[in-house]
T-cell receptor, first 112, second 112 residues
Framework: DQQVKQNSPSLSVQEGRISILNCDYT??????FLWYKKYPAEGPTFLIS?????DKNEDGRFTVFLNKSAKHLSLHIVPSQPGDSAVYFC???????????FGKGITLSVRP | KAGVTQTPRYLIKTRGQQVTLSCSPI?????VSWYQQTPGQGLQFLFE???????NKGNFPGRFSGRQFSNSRSEMNVSTLELGDSALYLC???????????FGQGTRLTVV
């Protein structure tokens, strides 16, 4: 049973516009949600995280929103740039250990 | 500061063989986790080591094993390789209790 769902496998956005990447989850027992970005032939790189006690976290062009009642979070990228084209994974972290549970990823394409 | 280093980057093995992958974490990081990435399943947690002890294990058969040395370097071993073991194997390191994990570039294993 998939605990983290990224239901849209891909998203295409015009440069300069907003990209909204969505993630749904089933397990409410998490401490943090994280977003990672991955280019081909590279490992994932950390983008932004949000604590379970918050509903929004912002870092530059990236904002993550957490809706605990809907068990949904989203990553907003504004404005989108061609260099943002990559696969984006959401993942949750629980407890003191370092186990990340990932979704299957969304491929974002930003068109110039 | 050097990042997470995984060796080798690419590997081709034959069914039935065994393989050992290596991961050197960022200096000072004592937690090392391993993940398998396949197109169909996304990123799946294999196991986590902290201070030479396996602290967490994912849902993989016993053919997958690992260990961590006193300098925090880690190895994972897969015995009796199957075609389905073809994947990108990623290692991540982090400080104890930290939210963010840093990933290496991965080892691309192809089983023929």
């Amino acid at each position: 049973d998939q605990q983290v769902k990224q239901n849209s496998p891909s998203l295409s956005v015009q440069e300069g516009r907003i990209s909204i990447l969505n993630c749904d989850y089933t397990n409410s027992m998490f401490d943090y949600f994280l977003w990672y970005k991955k280019y081909p032939a590279e490992g994932p790189t950390f983008l932004i995280s949000i604590s379970s006690i918050k509903d929004k976290n912002e870092d530059g062009r990236f904002t993550v929103f957490l809706n605990k009642s809907a068990k949904h979070l989203s990553l907003h990228i504004v404005p989108s740039q061609p260099g943002d084209s990559a696969v984006y994974f959401c993942a949750y972290l629980t407890g003191a250990n370092s186990k990340l549970t990932f979704g299957k990823g969304i491929t974002l394409s930003v068109r110039p | 500061k050097a990042g997470v280093t995984q060796t080798p980057r690419y590997l081709i093995k034959t069914r039935g063989q065994q393989v050992t992958l290596s991961c050197s974490p960022i200096s000072g990081h004592r937690s090392v986790s391993w993940y398998q990435q396949t197109p169909g399943q996304g990123l799946q947690f294999l196991f986590e080591y902290f201070s030479e002890t396996q602290r967490n294990k994912g849902n993989f058969p016993g053919r997958f094993s690992g260990r961590q040395f006193s300098n925090s370097r880690s190895e994972m071993n897969v015995s009796t390789l199957e075609l389905g073991d073809s994947a990108l194997y990623l290692c991540a390191s982090s400080y104890q209790g930290a939210t963010e994990a840093f990933f290496g570039q991965g080892t691309r294993l192809t089983v023929v």
